[in-house]
């Protein structure tokens, strides 16, 4: 388990332990198990992406800031901003 997820939805990222107990506390069923984003409640299953995958494709930090927001798909500018 990845100790970050990122929200498809709304492109912040915040502890993936925080998904998991707004799902708990908010959800659904499906929702206990894969989380809720705490930030817009899109559902972890469908819109929960592990933050490897980002730190992959766009150079992202490792640790990111929790709660900021990352481009899916940075403009080169906020690629070089966003990956310090
Ligand atoms: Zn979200």
């Given amino acids: 388990m990845s100790k970050y997820t990122w929200c498809l939805h709304c492109e912040t990222v915040h502890l993936t332990k925080s998904w ?3 799902g708990k506390e908010k959800g659904d069923t499906i929702d206990a198990v894969h989380g809720l984003c705490p930030n817009c409640v ?7 992406w592990r933050w490897s ?3 992959k494709y766009n150079g992202y930090p490792k640790e990111p800031k929790i709660g900021h927001e990352y481009p899916l798909y940075p403009t ?6 966003l990956s310090s």
């Fill in 20 to 22: 998991e107990q707004h």
């Fill in 53 to 55: 995958e980002l730190v």
């Fill in 42 to 48: 899109a559902g972890g299953f469908l819109d929960g």
């Fill in 76 to 81: 080169d500018e906020q690629k070089k901003l």
